[in-house]
Protein backbone atom coordinates (compact mmCIF):
# COMPACT_ATOMS: atom_id res chain seq x y z
CA UNK A 1 0.00 0.00 0.00
CA UNK A 2 1.29 3.49 -1.23
CA UNK A 3 1.85 6.05 1.84
CA UNK A 4 -0.85 8.72 1.25
CA UNK A 5 -2.19 7.55 -1.78
CA UNK A 6 -4.91 9.80 -4.36
CA UNK A 7 -7.69 9.01 -6.06
CA UNK A 8 -8.59 9.33 -9.42
CA UNK A 9 -12.21 10.40 -9.59
CA UNK A 10 -14.12 10.31 -12.55
CA UNK A 11 -17.64 11.35 -12.73
CA UNK A 12 -19.43 9.75 -15.64
CA UNK A 13 -23.22 11.32 -16.82
CA UNK A 14 -25.04 10.57 -19.54
CA UNK A 15 -22.62 12.65 -22.04
CA UNK A 16 -20.38 14.22 -20.39
CA UNK A 17 -17.04 13.14 -17.98
CA UNK A 18 -14.98 14.32 -15.29
CA UNK A 19 -12.06 13.77 -13.44
CA UNK A 20 -9.73 14.14 -10.98
CA UNK A 21 -7.40 13.73 -8.56
CA UNK A 22 -8.28 13.54 -4.76
CA UNK A 23 -6.32 13.69 -1.96
CA UNK A 24 -6.79 11.15 1.24
CA UNK A 25 -7.94 15.10 3.13
CA UNK A 26 -10.14 15.92 0.60
CA UNK A 27 -8.59 18.02 -1.82
CA UNK A 28 -9.38 17.91 -5.40
CA UNK A 29 -6.75 19.03 -8.14
CA UNK A 30 -5.83 18.26 -11.90
CA UNK A 31 -9.71 18.24 -13.18
CA UNK A 32 -10.30 18.12 -16.64
CA UNK A 33 -13.80 17.63 -18.30
CA UNK A 34 -14.75 15.88 -21.77
CA UNK A 35 -17.58 14.37 -23.70
CA UNK A 36 -17.83 11.05 -24.38
CA UNK A 37 -19.89 9.84 -27.44
CA UNK A 38 -23.23 7.75 -26.34
CA UNK A 39 -21.83 3.84 -26.69
CA UNK A 40 -23.56 1.22 -28.89
CA UNK A 41 -22.13 -1.35 -26.72
CA UNK A 42 -20.47 -1.78 -22.92
CA UNK A 43 -16.78 -2.95 -24.43
CA UNK A 44 -17.01 0.56 -26.71
CA UNK A 45 -18.32 2.66 -22.95
CA UNK A 46 -15.04 0.71 -21.48
CA UNK A 47 -12.93 1.78 -24.60
CA UNK A 48 -14.12 5.79 -24.34
CA UNK A 49 -13.69 5.16 -20.20
CA UNK A 50 -9.72 3.88 -20.34
CA UNK A 51 -8.69 6.17 -23.33
CA UNK A 52 -10.12 9.22 -20.82
CA UNK A 53 -8.20 7.74 -17.75
CA UNK A 54 -4.81 6.51 -19.40
CA UNK A 55 -4.73 9.89 -21.37
CA UNK A 56 -5.24 11.87 -18.47
CA UNK A 57 -2.60 10.05 -16.46
CA UNK A 58 -0.52 10.00 -19.18
CA UNK A 59 -0.85 13.96 -19.65
CA UNK A 60 0.38 14.56 -16.08
CA UNK A 61 -2.75 14.37 -14.37
CA UNK A 62 -2.24 11.33 -12.09
CA UNK A 63 0.89 10.57 -9.73
CA UNK A 64 3.35 7.96 -8.42
CA UNK A 65 0.62 8.14 -5.09
CA UNK A 66 -2.24 6.66 -7.30
CA UNK A 67 -4.26 4.10 -5.76
CA UNK A 68 -7.34 3.96 -6.90
CA UNK A 69 -9.42 4.82 -9.20
CA UNK A 70 -13.44 5.99 -8.74
CA UNK A 71 -15.92 5.90 -10.63
CA UNK A 72 -19.68 7.63 -10.00
CA UNK A 73 -21.82 6.44 -12.84
CA UNK A 74 -25.25 7.37 -13.64
CA UNK A 75 -27.35 4.61 -13.18
CA UNK A 76 -28.34 1.79 -10.65
CA UNK A 77 -24.97 0.18 -9.65
CA UNK A 78 -23.88 -1.66 -6.54
CA UNK A 79 -20.97 0.40 -5.23
CA UNK A 80 -19.70 -3.48 -2.78
CA UNK A 81 -19.38 -5.34 -6.52
CA UNK A 82 -19.43 -2.31 -8.70
CA UNK A 83 -22.01 -4.23 -10.56
CA UNK A 84 -24.20 -1.44 -12.69
CA UNK A 85 -27.64 -2.90 -13.46
CA UNK A 86 -28.60 -0.84 -16.09
CA UNK A 87 -27.54 2.31 -17.88
CA UNK A 88 -30.69 4.17 -18.47
CA UNK A 89 -28.94 7.63 -19.83
CA UNK A 90 -25.94 5.36 -21.70
CA UNK A 91 -28.60 3.84 -24.46
CA UNK A 92 -30.17 1.35 -22.28
CA UNK A 93 -26.72 -0.44 -22.00
CA UNK A 94 -27.26 -3.17 -19.27
CA UNK A 95 -25.21 -5.83 -17.01
CA UNK A 96 -22.11 -4.04 -17.06
CA UNK A 97 -19.28 -5.44 -14.87
CA UNK A 98 -17.85 -1.92 -14.90
CA UNK A 99 -15.19 -2.53 -11.85
CA UNK A 100 -13.61 -5.65 -12.83
CA UNK A 101 -13.00 -4.63 -16.95
CA UNK A 102 -12.07 -1.42 -15.44
CA UNK A 103 -9.50 -2.96 -12.57
CA UNK A 104 -8.45 -5.38 -15.38
CA UNK A 105 -7.46 -2.72 -18.05
CA UNK A 106 -6.35 -0.02 -15.63
CA UNK A 107 -3.84 -2.23 -13.32
CA UNK A 108 -5.39 -0.52 -10.11
CA UNK A 109 -8.11 -1.14 -7.81
CA UNK A 110 -11.38 0.52 -9.29
CA UNK A 111 -14.42 1.40 -7.30
CA UNK A 112 -17.91 2.29 -8.98
CA UNK A 113 -20.81 3.80 -7.36
CA UNK A 114 -23.82 5.61 -8.16
CA UNK A 115 -23.14 9.05 -9.51
CA UNK A 116 -25.98 10.74 -6.99
CA UNK A 117 -24.26 8.71 -4.13
CA UNK A 118 -21.14 9.40 -4.86
CA UNK A 119 -22.39 13.45 -4.64
CA UNK A 120 -23.85 12.51 -1.63
CA UNK A 121 -21.34 11.23 0.25
CA UNK A 122 -18.98 13.76 -1.22
CA UNK A 123 -21.51 17.12 0.08
CA UNK A 124 -21.54 15.20 3.38
CA UNK A 125 -17.65 14.68 3.42
CA UNK A 126 -16.77 18.32 2.62
CA UNK A 127 -20.07 20.17 1.34
CA UNK A 128 -23.27 21.21 2.77
CA UNK A 129 -24.00 17.98 3.99
CA UNK A 130 -21.07 18.97 6.58
CA UNK A 131 -22.53 18.21 10.78
CA UNK A 132 -25.91 16.46 8.98
CA UNK A 133 -26.61 13.10 10.68
CA UNK A 134 -28.61 12.36 7.61
CA UNK A 135 -29.17 13.73 4.37
CA UNK A 136 -31.27 12.86 1.46
CA UNK A 137 -29.88 14.30 -2.32
CA UNK A 138 -32.04 15.11 -5.32
CA UNK A 139 -29.47 15.66 -8.51
CA UNK A 140 -31.37 17.37 -10.98
CA UNK A 141 -30.02 16.82 -14.44
CA UNK A 142 -31.03 14.93 -17.56
CA UNK A 143 -32.24 12.15 -15.16
CA UNK A 144 -33.05 13.29 -11.58
CA UNK A 145 -31.49 10.89 -8.93
CA UNK A 146 -31.42 10.60 -5.27
CA UNK A 147 -29.31 9.08 -2.43
CA UNK A 148 -29.67 8.74 1.00
CA UNK A 149 -27.19 8.86 3.76
CA UNK A 150 -27.97 7.94 7.15
CA UNK A 151 -25.58 8.15 10.13
CA UNK A 152 -22.81 9.34 8.03
CA UNK A 153 -23.43 6.06 6.02
CA UNK A 154 -24.88 5.60 2.29
CA UNK A 155 -28.04 3.33 2.22
CA UNK A 156 -27.60 2.05 -0.86
CA UNK A 157 -29.97 -0.26 -0.38
CA UNK A 158 -30.09 -4.63 -0.13
CA UNK A 159 -28.83 -4.57 -3.45
CA UNK A 160 -26.87 -1.44 -3.85
CA UNK A 161 -29.67 0.42 -5.75
CA UNK A 162 -31.58 2.34 -3.60
CA UNK A 163 -32.06 6.12 -4.15
CA UNK A 164 -34.41 5.79 -7.69
CA UNK A 165 -36.20 8.95 -6.48
CA UNK A 166 -36.72 9.94 -10.49
CA UNK A 167 -38.31 6.99 -11.26
CA UNK A 168 -40.83 7.31 -8.59
CA UNK A 169 -44.23 8.41 -9.74
CA UNK A 170 -45.83 10.71 -8.81
CA UNK A 171 -48.00 12.19 -11.48
CA UNK A 172 -50.46 8.62 -12.26
CA UNK A 173 -50.58 9.14 -15.90
CA UNK A 174 -48.21 12.04 -16.60
CA UNK A 175 -45.34 12.53 -19.10
CA UNK A 176 -43.53 9.94 -20.25
CA UNK A 177 -40.14 8.78 -18.94
CA UNK A 178 -36.99 8.00 -20.21
CA UNK A 179 -37.65 4.95 -18.46
CA UNK A 180 -41.08 4.44 -20.56
CA UNK A 181 -43.09 5.00 -17.30
CA UNK A 182 -45.34 8.11 -17.13
CA UNK A 183 -45.09 10.40 -14.32
CA UNK A 184 -41.71 9.72 -12.68
CA UNK A 185 -40.12 12.52 -11.02
CA UNK A 186 -37.44 12.49 -13.44
CA UNK A 187 -40.30 13.28 -16.25
CA UNK A 188 -41.14 16.06 -14.55
CA UNK A 189 -38.32 18.31 -13.46
CA UNK A 190 -35.35 17.01 -15.18
CA UNK A 191 -33.31 18.86 -18.05
CA UNK A 192 -34.50 16.93 -20.24
CA UNK A 193 -38.56 17.44 -19.25
CA UNK A 194 -37.88 21.32 -19.18
CA UNK A 195 -36.63 21.45 -22.86
CA UNK A 196 -39.80 19.28 -23.77
CA UNK A 197 -42.35 21.63 -22.03
CA UNK A 198 -40.68 24.42 -23.54
CA UNK A 199 -40.40 22.94 -26.88
CA UNK A 200 -43.91 21.90 -27.14
CA UNK A 201 -45.44 25.59 -25.41
CA UNK A 202 -43.28 27.17 -27.88
CA UNK A 203 -44.16 24.85 -30.95
CA UNK A 204 -40.10 25.32 -31.93
CA UNK A 205 -39.46 23.00 -34.38
CA UNK A 206 -36.49 20.77 -35.89
CA UNK A 207 -33.83 21.71 -36.82
CA UNK A 208 -33.93 24.68 -34.16
CA UNK A 209 -35.63 22.24 -31.49
CA UNK A 210 -32.69 20.22 -31.13
CA UNK A 211 -30.43 23.32 -29.89
CA UNK A 212 -33.06 24.24 -26.84
CA UNK A 213 -31.36 23.38 -23.61
CA UNK A 214 -32.23 23.70 -19.78
CA UNK A 215 -30.26 26.50 -19.85
CA UNK A 216 -31.86 28.55 -22.30
CA UNK A 217 -34.71 27.95 -20.90
CA UNK A 218 -33.30 29.52 -17.57
CA UNK A 219 -32.35 32.45 -19.54
CA UNK A 220 -35.06 33.21 -20.81
CA UNK A 221 -37.04 32.81 -17.68
CA UNK A 222 -35.25 35.64 -15.80
CA UNK A 223 -35.10 37.36 -19.56
CA UNK A 224 -39.15 37.67 -18.72
CA UNK A 225 -40.11 34.84 -21.23
CA UNK A 226 -43.21 33.90 -19.32
CA UNK A 227 -43.68 30.79 -21.10
CA UNK A 228 -40.21 29.76 -19.84
CA UNK A 229 -41.33 30.70 -16.47
CA UNK A 230 -44.46 28.83 -16.61
CA UNK A 231 -42.45 25.71 -17.54
CA UNK A 232 -39.94 26.31 -14.81
CA UNK A 233 -42.80 26.64 -12.37
CA UNK A 234 -44.31 23.66 -13.21
CA UNK A 235 -41.11 22.05 -12.56
CA UNK A 236 -40.79 23.32 -9.10
CA UNK A 237 -44.43 22.17 -8.29
CA UNK A 238 -43.41 18.18 -9.66
CA UNK A 239 -39.62 18.79 -7.45
CA UNK A 240 -42.10 20.32 -3.95
CA UNK A 241 -43.72 17.19 -4.52
CA UNK A 242 -40.78 15.11 -4.74
CA UNK A 243 -39.29 16.75 -1.41
CA UNK A 244 -42.25 15.80 0.44
CA UNK A 245 -42.55 12.77 -0.59
CA UNK A 246 -39.07 11.79 0.89
CA UNK A 247 -39.60 13.94 3.73
CA UNK A 248 -42.72 11.90 4.65
CA UNK A 249 -41.21 9.12 3.87
CA UNK A 250 -37.88 9.30 5.66
CA UNK A 251 -37.52 12.37 7.36
CA UNK A 252 -33.98 13.16 6.94
CA UNK A 253 -32.53 15.94 9.00
CA UNK A 254 -31.22 18.01 5.80
CA UNK A 255 -32.57 17.82 1.94
CA UNK A 256 -29.77 18.66 -0.51
CA UNK A 257 -30.59 19.56 -4.12
CA UNK A 258 -27.72 19.23 -6.72
CA UNK A 259 -26.92 19.01 -10.23
CA UNK A 260 -26.81 20.99 -12.82
CA UNK A 261 -30.49 21.97 -12.96
CA UNK A 262 -30.48 23.12 -9.52
CA UNK A 263 -28.67 25.92 -10.66
CA UNK A 264 -31.51 27.52 -11.75
CA UNK A 265 -31.32 28.87 -8.23
CA UNK A 266 -34.24 30.98 -6.91
CA UNK A 267 -36.72 30.48 -9.19
CA UNK A 268 -36.69 26.87 -9.27
CA UNK A 269 -35.83 25.47 -5.44
CA UNK A 270 -37.52 28.95 -3.91
CA UNK A 271 -41.30 27.48 -5.12
CA UNK A 272 -40.49 23.85 -4.58
CA UNK A 273 -39.44 24.73 -0.72
CA UNK A 274 -42.64 26.30 -0.39
CA UNK A 275 -44.58 23.77 -2.28
CA UNK A 276 -43.40 20.81 -0.19
CA UNK A 277 -43.92 22.66 2.97
CA UNK A 278 -47.68 23.20 1.40
CA UNK A 279 -47.89 19.09 1.81
CA UNK A 280 -46.42 18.39 4.41
CA UNK A 281 -48.43 17.96 8.17
CA UNK A 282 -48.49 21.40 9.54
CA UNK A 283 -46.95 20.63 12.59
CA UNK A 284 -44.40 18.88 10.70
CA UNK A 285 -43.18 21.80 8.09
CA UNK A 286 -41.55 23.91 10.60
CA UNK A 287 -38.18 20.41 10.36
CA UNK A 288 -38.41 20.95 6.74
CA UNK A 289 -34.62 21.87 5.97
CA UNK A 290 -33.78 21.97 2.19
CA UNK A 291 -30.14 23.21 1.18
CA UNK A 292 -28.69 23.57 -2.22
CA UNK A 293 -25.41 21.61 -2.35
CA UNK A 294 -22.58 23.82 -2.26
CA UNK A 295 -19.98 21.25 -4.12
CA UNK A 296 -21.25 21.60 -7.43
CA UNK A 297 -19.18 19.22 -10.01
CA UNK A 298 -16.55 18.39 -7.74
CA UNK A 299 -19.35 16.31 -4.98
CA UNK A 300 -19.29 13.24 -7.04
CA UNK A 301 -15.47 13.29 -7.50
CA UNK A 302 -14.86 14.13 -4.02
CA UNK A 303 -17.07 11.17 -2.85
CA UNK A 304 -16.01 8.74 -5.36
CA UNK A 305 -13.01 9.21 -3.61
CA UNK A 306 -14.32 9.11 0.11
CA UNK A 307 -15.81 5.93 -0.50
CA UNK A 308 -12.37 4.91 -2.67
CA UNK A 309 -10.62 5.89 0.83
CA UNK A 310 -12.89 4.23 3.20
CA UNK A 311 -13.22 0.58 1.40
CA UNK A 312 -9.94 0.15 -0.80
CA UNK A 313 -7.26 2.39 0.99
CA UNK A 314 -7.65 1.94 4.39
CA UNK B 1 -36.52 -4.18 37.81
CA UNK B 2 -38.73 -7.19 37.79
CA UNK B 3 -37.15 -10.70 36.53
CA UNK B 4 -38.65 -11.57 33.22
CA UNK B 5 -41.35 -8.81 33.04
CA UNK B 6 -43.90 -8.65 31.18
CA UNK B 7 -45.48 -5.70 28.71
CA UNK B 8 -48.95 -4.66 28.27
CA UNK B 9 -49.24 -3.85 24.81
CA UNK B 10 -51.88 -1.37 23.25
CA UNK B 11 -52.67 -0.91 19.45
CA UNK B 12 -54.46 2.36 18.82
CA UNK B 13 -56.02 2.43 15.77
CA UNK B 14 -58.43 5.21 13.76
CA UNK B 15 -61.56 4.03 15.87
CA UNK B 16 -59.96 0.65 17.24
CA UNK B 17 -58.48 -0.53 20.21
CA UNK B 18 -56.36 -3.61 20.92
CA UNK B 19 -54.86 -4.59 24.06
CA UNK B 20 -52.55 -8.14 24.96
CA UNK B 21 -50.03 -8.86 27.06
CA UNK B 22 -46.28 -9.65 25.47
CA UNK B 23 -43.31 -11.82 27.09
CA UNK B 24 -39.64 -11.35 26.09
CA UNK B 25 -40.00 -14.71 23.97
CA UNK B 26 -42.38 -12.76 21.75
CA UNK B 27 -45.48 -14.73 23.17
CA UNK B 28 -48.71 -12.91 22.81
CA UNK B 29 -51.53 -13.48 25.73
CA UNK B 30 -54.87 -12.38 26.92
CA UNK B 31 -55.70 -10.39 23.68
CA UNK B 32 -58.90 -7.79 24.07
CA UNK B 33 -60.20 -5.61 21.53
CA UNK B 34 -62.74 -2.59 21.56
CA UNK B 35 -63.58 0.80 19.90
CA UNK B 36 -62.96 3.96 21.37
CA UNK B 37 -64.50 6.99 20.76
CA UNK B 38 -63.67 9.84 18.64
CA UNK B 39 -61.84 12.11 20.77
CA UNK B 40 -62.84 16.02 21.44
CA UNK B 41 -59.62 16.72 23.33
CA UNK B 42 -56.51 14.94 24.35
CA UNK B 43 -57.60 14.62 27.44
CA UNK B 44 -60.40 12.86 26.56
CA UNK B 45 -58.09 10.70 24.01
CA UNK B 46 -56.22 10.19 27.46
CA UNK B 47 -59.22 9.44 29.83
CA UNK B 48 -60.37 6.60 27.07
CA UNK B 49 -56.58 4.72 26.75
CA UNK B 50 -56.50 4.91 30.83
CA UNK B 51 -59.98 3.39 31.32
CA UNK B 52 -59.33 0.46 28.70
CA UNK B 53 -55.55 0.24 30.23
CA UNK B 54 -56.85 -0.03 33.73
CA UNK B 55 -60.27 -2.16 32.97
CA UNK B 56 -57.86 -4.39 31.32
CA UNK B 57 -55.48 -4.19 34.47
CA UNK B 58 -58.15 -4.63 37.24
CA UNK B 59 -60.20 -7.77 34.88
CA UNK B 60 -57.14 -9.69 35.32
CA UNK B 61 -55.49 -8.77 32.20
CA UNK B 62 -51.52 -8.20 33.35
CA UNK B 63 -50.09 -9.36 35.89
CA UNK B 64 -47.68 -9.00 38.32
CA UNK B 65 -44.56 -9.18 36.08
CA UNK B 66 -45.87 -6.27 34.15
CA UNK B 67 -42.80 -3.85 33.57
CA UNK B 68 -43.99 -1.35 31.12
CA UNK B 69 -46.76 -0.02 28.80
CA UNK B 70 -45.92 0.20 24.86
CA UNK B 71 -48.77 1.51 22.55
CA UNK B 72 -48.49 1.89 19.21
CA UNK B 73 -50.32 5.09 17.47
CA UNK B 74 -52.01 5.66 14.25
CA UNK B 75 -49.82 8.86 13.61
CA UNK B 76 -46.43 10.32 13.43
CA UNK B 77 -44.65 9.70 16.74
CA UNK B 78 -41.18 9.35 17.49
CA UNK B 79 -40.60 6.85 19.91
CA UNK B 80 -37.15 8.36 21.42
CA UNK B 81 -39.55 10.94 22.97
CA UNK B 82 -43.07 9.20 23.12
CA UNK B 83 -44.71 12.67 21.62
CA UNK B 84 -47.37 12.36 19.04
CA UNK B 85 -46.92 15.31 16.17
CA UNK B 86 -50.28 14.76 14.75
CA UNK B 87 -52.88 12.54 14.57
CA UNK B 88 -54.84 12.60 11.54
CA UNK B 89 -57.31 9.50 11.93
CA UNK B 90 -58.42 10.96 15.60
CA UNK B 91 -59.89 14.38 14.61
CA UNK B 92 -56.48 16.12 13.81
CA UNK B 93 -54.71 16.33 17.96
CA UNK B 94 -51.89 17.77 17.54
CA UNK B 95 -49.29 17.30 19.75
CA UNK B 96 -49.75 15.20 22.57
CA UNK B 97 -46.90 14.44 25.03
CA UNK B 98 -48.52 10.52 25.05
CA UNK B 99 -45.63 8.84 26.94
CA UNK B 100 -45.36 11.64 29.90
CA UNK B 101 -49.17 11.49 30.06
CA UNK B 102 -50.08 8.16 30.46
CA UNK B 103 -46.51 7.04 32.66
CA UNK B 104 -48.27 9.80 35.07
CA UNK B 105 -51.07 8.29 35.18
CA UNK B 106 -50.35 4.35 34.86
CA UNK B 107 -47.15 4.82 37.66
CA UNK B 108 -45.09 2.38 35.12
CA UNK B 109 -42.53 2.83 31.89
CA UNK B 110 -44.55 3.79 28.65
CA UNK B 111 -43.31 3.47 25.26
CA UNK B 112 -45.11 5.20 22.61
CA UNK B 113 -43.93 4.40 18.72
CA UNK B 114 -46.23 4.65 15.76
CA UNK B 115 -48.26 1.43 14.56
CA UNK B 116 -46.73 0.96 11.56
CA UNK B 117 -42.89 0.89 13.08
CA UNK B 118 -44.16 -1.37 15.66
CA UNK B 119 -46.28 -3.93 13.20
CA UNK B 120 -43.11 -3.77 11.28
CA UNK B 121 -40.68 -5.05 14.33
CA UNK B 122 -43.24 -7.56 15.14
CA UNK B 123 -43.42 -8.91 11.81
CA UNK B 124 -39.65 -8.66 11.90
CA UNK B 125 -39.13 -10.36 15.14
CA UNK B 126 -41.72 -12.66 14.95
CA UNK B 127 -43.71 -12.93 11.78
CA UNK B 128 -43.01 -13.18 7.74
CA UNK B 129 -40.28 -10.48 8.33
CA UNK B 130 -37.80 -13.30 9.84
CA UNK B 131 -34.38 -13.22 8.65
CA UNK B 132 -34.71 -10.42 5.81
CA UNK B 133 -32.12 -7.57 7.16
CA UNK B 134 -34.19 -4.64 5.57
CA UNK B 135 -38.30 -4.59 4.89
CA UNK B 136 -40.44 -2.00 4.66
CA UNK B 137 -44.32 -2.37 5.46
CA UNK B 138 -47.32 -0.99 3.91
CA UNK B 139 -50.03 -1.00 6.40
CA UNK B 140 -53.41 -0.78 4.96
CA UNK B 141 -56.14 0.28 6.79
CA UNK B 142 -58.37 3.55 7.60
CA UNK B 143 -55.38 5.16 6.67
CA UNK B 144 -52.07 3.72 5.11
CA UNK B 145 -48.94 3.77 6.92
CA UNK B 146 -45.62 2.67 6.42
CA UNK B 147 -42.09 1.50 7.64
CA UNK B 148 -38.86 1.01 7.23
CA UNK B 149 -36.38 -1.40 8.82
CA UNK B 150 -32.73 -1.40 8.03
CA UNK B 151 -30.09 -3.67 9.35
CA UNK B 152 -32.69 -4.79 12.30
CA UNK B 153 -33.38 -1.53 13.05
CA UNK B 154 -36.41 1.16 12.47
CA UNK B 155 -35.28 3.90 10.49
CA UNK B 156 -37.47 6.17 12.36
CA UNK B 157 -36.43 9.38 10.56
CA UNK B 158 -34.35 12.19 12.58
CA UNK B 159 -37.74 13.09 14.21
CA UNK B 160 -38.75 10.25 14.33
CA UNK B 161 -41.60 10.95 12.16
CA UNK B 162 -40.49 8.64 8.82
CA UNK B 163 -42.55 6.32 7.29
CA UNK B 164 -45.26 8.34 5.92
CA UNK B 165 -45.63 6.32 3.07
CA UNK B 166 -49.63 6.99 2.86
CA UNK B 167 -49.05 10.60 2.65
CA UNK B 168 -46.29 10.57 -0.80
CA UNK B 169 -48.38 11.47 -3.62
CA UNK B 170 -48.29 9.45 -6.73
CA UNK B 171 -51.24 10.87 -8.44
CA UNK B 172 -50.83 14.64 -8.53
CA UNK B 173 -54.01 16.36 -8.95
CA UNK B 174 -55.64 13.30 -7.86
CA UNK B 175 -58.61 12.46 -5.19
CA UNK B 176 -58.78 14.41 -1.88
CA UNK B 177 -57.02 12.61 1.38
CA UNK B 178 -58.01 12.97 5.11
CA UNK B 179 -54.66 14.80 5.21
CA UNK B 180 -55.94 17.79 2.93
CA UNK B 181 -53.86 17.25 0.08
CA UNK B 182 -54.80 15.15 -3.48
CA UNK B 183 -53.53 11.91 -4.98
CA UNK B 184 -51.59 10.65 -1.95
CA UNK B 185 -51.51 6.78 -1.56
CA UNK B 186 -53.61 6.59 1.12
CA UNK B 187 -56.37 8.60 -0.81
CA UNK B 188 -56.00 5.89 -3.11
CA UNK B 189 -55.71 2.68 -1.33
CA UNK B 190 -57.02 2.68 1.86
CA UNK B 191 -60.35 1.50 3.39
CA UNK B 192 -61.55 4.93 3.17
CA UNK B 193 -60.75 4.91 -0.94
CA UNK B 194 -62.40 2.09 -1.37
CA UNK B 195 -65.39 2.57 -0.14
CA UNK B 196 -65.21 6.23 -1.23
CA UNK B 197 -65.14 5.26 -4.99
CA UNK B 198 -67.68 2.05 -4.63
CA UNK B 199 -70.28 4.25 -3.43
CA UNK B 200 -69.86 6.79 -6.04
CA UNK B 201 -70.00 4.13 -8.61
CA UNK B 202 -72.76 2.33 -7.34
CA UNK B 203 -74.54 6.13 -6.45
CA UNK B 204 -75.47 4.68 -3.08
CA UNK B 205 -77.04 7.68 -0.78
CA UNK B 206 -77.03 8.66 2.89
CA UNK B 207 -78.26 6.73 4.79
CA UNK B 208 -77.10 3.33 3.03
CA UNK B 209 -74.10 4.90 2.15
CA UNK B 210 -72.54 5.29 6.03
CA UNK B 211 -72.87 1.17 6.41
CA UNK B 212 -70.42 -0.08 3.64
CA UNK B 213 -67.20 -0.83 4.84
CA UNK B 214 -63.83 -2.04 2.98
CA UNK B 215 -64.73 -5.68 3.87
CA UNK B 216 -67.84 -5.28 1.74
CA UNK B 217 -66.68 -4.32 -1.07
CA UNK B 218 -64.22 -6.82 -1.17
CA UNK B 219 -66.95 -9.35 -0.09
CA UNK B 220 -69.04 -8.03 -3.08
CA UNK B 221 -65.86 -8.33 -5.64
CA UNK B 222 -65.67 -11.70 -4.48
CA UNK B 223 -68.99 -12.18 -5.19
CA UNK B 224 -69.32 -10.93 -8.79
CA UNK B 225 -69.83 -7.34 -8.43
CA UNK B 226 -68.25 -6.06 -11.17
CA UNK B 227 -68.34 -2.25 -10.06
CA UNK B 228 -66.48 -3.94 -6.61
CA UNK B 229 -64.00 -5.53 -8.93
CA UNK B 230 -63.32 -2.52 -10.71
CA UNK B 231 -62.90 -0.28 -7.52
CA UNK B 232 -60.37 -3.05 -6.00
CA UNK B 233 -58.55 -3.02 -9.14
CA UNK B 234 -57.73 0.65 -9.01
CA UNK B 235 -56.53 0.41 -5.67
CA UNK B 236 -54.54 -2.88 -6.34
CA UNK B 237 -52.75 -0.58 -9.42
CA UNK B 238 -52.01 2.76 -7.06
CA UNK B 239 -50.94 0.02 -4.22
CA UNK B 240 -48.08 -0.91 -7.23
CA UNK B 241 -47.23 1.95 -7.56
CA UNK B 242 -46.44 2.81 -3.99
CA UNK B 243 -44.18 -0.60 -3.96
CA UNK B 244 -42.65 0.38 -7.17
CA UNK B 245 -42.04 3.66 -5.58
CA UNK B 246 -40.85 2.00 -2.55
CA UNK B 247 -38.44 -0.65 -4.40
CA UNK B 248 -36.99 2.37 -6.08
CA UNK B 249 -36.46 4.64 -3.33
CA UNK B 250 -35.13 1.94 -0.88
CA UNK B 251 -34.14 -1.49 -2.59
CA UNK B 252 -35.74 -3.37 0.52
CA UNK B 253 -34.62 -6.80 0.83
CA UNK B 254 -38.70 -7.49 1.57
CA UNK B 255 -41.87 -5.69 1.20
CA UNK B 256 -44.50 -6.29 3.45
CA UNK B 257 -47.85 -5.82 3.21
CA UNK B 258 -50.41 -6.04 6.10
CA UNK B 259 -53.22 -4.12 8.03
CA UNK B 260 -56.93 -4.72 7.54
CA UNK B 261 -57.45 -4.16 3.57
CA UNK B 262 -53.87 -6.29 2.92
CA UNK B 263 -56.79 -9.70 4.04
CA UNK B 264 -58.19 -8.92 0.71
CA UNK B 265 -55.66 -11.37 -0.38
CA UNK B 266 -54.75 -12.06 -3.89
CA UNK B 267 -57.20 -9.69 -5.68
CA UNK B 268 -55.29 -7.27 -4.13
CA UNK B 269 -51.67 -8.11 -3.90
CA UNK B 270 -51.42 -10.15 -6.87
CA UNK B 271 -52.33 -7.11 -9.53
CA UNK B 272 -50.40 -4.85 -7.28
CA UNK B 273 -47.26 -6.63 -7.34
CA UNK B 274 -47.79 -7.10 -11.30
CA UNK B 275 -48.32 -3.67 -11.48
CA UNK B 276 -45.26 -2.67 -9.09
CA UNK B 277 -42.90 -5.24 -11.94
CA UNK B 278 -44.14 -3.39 -14.96
CA UNK B 279 -42.93 -0.21 -13.26
CA UNK B 280 -39.16 -1.10 -12.09
CA UNK B 281 -36.47 -1.11 -14.68
CA UNK B 282 -36.22 -4.61 -16.47
CA UNK B 283 -33.20 -5.62 -14.92
CA UNK B 284 -34.27 -4.92 -11.46
CA UNK B 285 -38.05 -6.69 -11.71
CA UNK B 286 -36.19 -10.34 -10.32
CA UNK B 287 -35.02 -8.71 -6.92
CA UNK B 288 -38.46 -7.69 -6.20
CA UNK B 289 -39.71 -9.65 -3.09
CA UNK B 290 -43.36 -9.24 -1.65
CA UNK B 291 -45.34 -11.09 0.94
CA UNK B 292 -48.50 -10.44 3.16
CA UNK B 293 -47.92 -9.71 6.55
CA UNK B 294 -48.38 -12.88 8.68
CA UNK B 295 -49.13 -11.79 12.37
CA UNK B 296 -52.38 -9.70 11.30
CA UNK B 297 -53.44 -7.76 14.45
CA UNK B 298 -50.64 -9.26 16.65
CA UNK B 299 -47.98 -7.83 14.59
CA UNK B 300 -48.38 -3.28 16.15
CA UNK B 301 -48.77 -5.31 19.90
CA UNK B 302 -45.74 -7.37 19.63
CA UNK B 303 -43.57 -4.95 17.97
CA UNK B 304 -44.79 -2.16 20.39
CA UNK B 305 -43.55 -4.55 22.83
CA UNK B 306 -40.35 -5.68 21.52
CA UNK B 307 -39.51 -1.85 21.65
CA UNK B 308 -40.06 -1.86 25.21
CA UNK B 309 -38.46 -4.78 25.64
CA UNK B 310 -35.44 -3.17 24.07
CA UNK B 311 -35.66 0.37 25.76
CA UNK B 312 -37.07 -0.14 28.95
CA UNK B 313 -36.74 -3.52 30.14
CA UNK B 314 -33.19 -4.27 29.14
Redesign the interface.
Same mark, same amino acid.
Given at each position: MRTNPEVLAVDLGGTNIRLGIVTPQGRLARRRRGRIPPPSTPEALYDSLVTRITGFIGSGGATARLGAVAVGFAG?TSSASGYV? &?A?NLGQL??LQMATHLERRLGVPVLVANDADCAAIGEYWRGAGRGA??LFLFTLGTGVG?S?V?DGRL???????????G?? $??????PRCS &?G?Q?CLEALVSATAIVRDYVAARKIKPPAESRITAKMVFDRARGGDKVAQRVIAGAAG?LG?GI?? $?F??????LILIGGGVSRAGSRLIGPAVKQAGQ?L????RE?LRVRRTSLGDDAALLGAARLAFERILT
Open positions: PY &CPEGKSGLIWEGERGIAGEIHT $VIALGG &CNGAVAN $VNLLDPELFAPLY
